[in-house]
């Protein structure tokens, strides 16, 4: 049984190669709920949806997010409205929301659905939300306090960030059996996600980490930088606003306390003996994933170094 710690359309690529060559029983998802936002008395889970609808097959292959072919007649009726309407809920993406969000009112925990949810969507894969407890990220950029999602869709990742907050996560308690999966996996991986917004907050939740320094299971993280750009979103401008480098050095380094290996692209070979250099065990290989192939190569080559 392996773990996977994922954010949204980037991490869920390796996640997909991995349920292509595993059991649901073999992979364990913990998934980043700092995205989530509540909108029109909506609770959204934009990276857990992400995951489920890609491992059901479901996901609009365009984008990465959202549910293929969708329609969007309700944004358009709010539109008119006057509501807000820059985050783009499609209709048949707006059904999940309802019902996760009616069933968190009879009391339901967001693992409970998250389970629900993929079994009706055959999502081959235990998908975990990080936590039960609402959470979100909120960044404090020179335009003041941004919900994440404010910042990456209404502002387009223009405002300089100057620090994040995992807002109340001091008092979050991982979601039941992620401690379980974290203990009982034989490996740990954290996806070509980005190291702020989409492990960050997994990492913050109380005992995540912790867990991660204590275990001997080996940890592996797969760098989200590549020939210092982000292979998705806004990772490299926020490194150099938080005064990082644009390196995957730098990303390695924010996970020295816990990290065993990390697998750095063929693009960057050259930076092996920096990172190996942290006590770091370093594969060089191939990390892009253009195609479906690409990312079960990647998962393939994961496994076989465990
Ligand atoms: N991403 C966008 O770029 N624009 C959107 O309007 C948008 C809407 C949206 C609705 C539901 C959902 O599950 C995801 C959505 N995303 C959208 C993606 C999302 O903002 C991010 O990719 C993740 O939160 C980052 O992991």
């Known amino acids: 049984m392996i773990v996977a710690l994922a954010g949204g359309v980037g991490g869920t690529k390796l996640v997909l190669g991995f349920s292509r060559l595993l059991s649901r029983d073999q ?61 783009n809920l499609g209709d048949r993406d707006l059904a999940t929301h309802l019902w996760r969000t009616s069933l968190l009112q009879q009391g339901h925990s967001l693992t409970q659905i998250t389970e629900k949810m993929c079994q009706m969507l055959e999502a081959n894969c235990r998908l975990l ?41 001091e008092t979050a308690a991982p979601a039941p059996g992620t401690s379980e999966a974290i203990l009982k996996a034989e490996g740990v991986f954290l996806c070509p996600s980005n190291p702020f917004i989409s492990i960050g907050p997994i990492l913050a939740v109380p005992g995540i980490r912790e867990l991660l320094v204590q275990t001997d299971t080996p940890v592996f993280a797969i760098t989200p930088i590549v020939n210092h750009r982000a292979l998705k979103g806004p990772a490299a401008k926020m490194l ?27 693009q960057d070979a050259q930076l092996r003996k920096e990172i190996e250099a942290l006590d770091l065990k370093v594969i060089v290989t191939n990390t892009i994933m253009n195609d479906d192939q690409e990312k079960v190569h990647l998962a393939e080559i994961l496994l076989e170094m465990l």
């Open 129 to 169: 939300p990080m936590t039960d407890s609402y959470t979100p990220t909120y960044l404090v950029t020179d335009q003041g306090e941004l919900h994440l999602q404010e910042y990456l869709i209404r502002e387009k990742c223009r405002p300089v960030v100057r620090d994040l907050r995992y807002v109340d996560t």
């Open 240 to 266: 150099e606003e938080l005064g990082h480098p644009v390196s995957p050095v730098a990303v390695a380094k924010l996970y020295q306390d816990f990290l065993d290996v990390f697998v750095l692209d063929e």
């Open 27 to 87: 992979l364990t998802v913990i998934g980043n709920t700092g995205d989530d936002l509540e909108m029109f008395g909506l609770r959204i889970c934009p990276d857990l949806d992400t995951i489920a609808y890609t491992l059901g097959g479901q996901v609009n292959p365009e984008t990465g997010w959202g549910i293929e072919q969708d329609t969007f007649a309700c944004l358009k009726a709010l539109q008119q409205l006057g509501a807000p309407s820059w985050f």
